[in-house]
């Protein structure tokens, strides 16, 4: 394990494999750096690339100081970057996604950006969560009901029956997992804020994601993730849509369909 002090002085942990163009992976909710199929993916793009592997902030090995800011993860990201040698491809998967985006868009030096299902709904029609679901997170945390804001954001914010968070809870390892990171749960809450109420993605903003971007979805996936990464690849300048059955992120993350997918848009000449 190795650690780089982010700006406000918290920890940030972080595994480093492989040779090559530095790759940062940038984990979504309930992910962190020791999560099985995240581990998959970064011995499997090691091959081509010394991936970065990190604990987003209150997760893992990483610290958690108070009080929590998007700005603050995406100061994270780049003391990884610096870390790297002051440049970095990026992937991000989910809440991920959205965090390397508005890294991205800060000005952060990515030279590409791999955008893996971001979960906005931009469809009026597509389900989305209440309209206090980043509230409602936080203060579920607050009052330290763990379990009850897990079921709260895989049914309410994710879609997932209710009946997938109860087969979790008998699953062996599965649940204290997901009870050890769920005080992050207002920090991807926080990141969606205002993303996810059914409206177009605004141009404005994203003009300035002006990097190679490949946007991957899954054909199996939700009709609101694939509806996201389709908007997202057509608002972005630079950017393309890869859309294969297997890439989605909703059940069992299949690294060894991703990881070729990114090998060869990473190292591709754009």
């Known amino acids: 394990m190795y650690s780089v002090d982010s700006k406000d002085g918290t920890k940030i942990a972080y595994d480093k494999v492989g040779r090559g163009p530095a790759l940062i992976l940038v984990a979504g909710a309930f992910s962190y750096r020791k999560f099985p199929q995240q581990v998959e993916l970064a011995n499997q793009l090691s091959e081509y690339f010394t991936v970065y592997n990190y604990d ?3 997760r893992g090995d990483s610290g958690d100081t108070q009080p929590y800011d998007v700005g603050r993860e ?9 870390e790297a040698g002051g440049s ?14 508005l890294a991205a868009k800060r000005g952060i030096n990515i030279t590409k950006l791999a955008l893996h299902e971001p979960p ?30 897990i079921k709260y954001f895989m049914t309410k914010g994710m879609g ?21 990171v769920a005080h992050t749960l207002p920090y991807d809450a926080a990141l969606l804020d205002g993303y996810m109420e059914g409206k177009e ?24 993730l694939r509806h996201s990464a389709q908007a997202l690849a057509n ?19 299949d690294t060894k369909k991703i990881s070729p997918e990114l090998t060869v848009f990473f190292t591709a000449n754009h």
């Open 56 to 58: 987003r902030r209150g």
């Open 74 to 82: 995406i100061e994270d990201l780049q003391a990884l970057i610096d």
């Open 88 to 101: 970095a491809y990026v992937w991000g998967l989910s809440s991920g996604a959205v965090l390397a985006l």
């Open 120 to 149: 906005f709904v931009v469809k009026a029609e597509d389900r989305k969560p209440p309209k206090d679901f980043t509230r409602h997170t936080a203060e579920l945390i607050s009052k330290d009901n763990r379990a009850e804001a």
């Open 160 to 180: 997932a029956p209710s009946f997938v968070v109860s087969m979790m809870r008998i699953m062996p390892g599965v649940w204290s997992k997901l009870m050890a």
């Open 201 to 224: 993605l605004s141009t404005e903003w994203l003009s300035s994601v002006t990097m190679p971007t490949l946007v991957l979805e899954g054909k199996e996936s939700p009709a609101s």
């Open 235 to 253: 608002v972005l300048p630079n950017a393309q849509l890869l859309s294969k059955k297997g890439l989605g992120h909703t059940k069992k993350l």
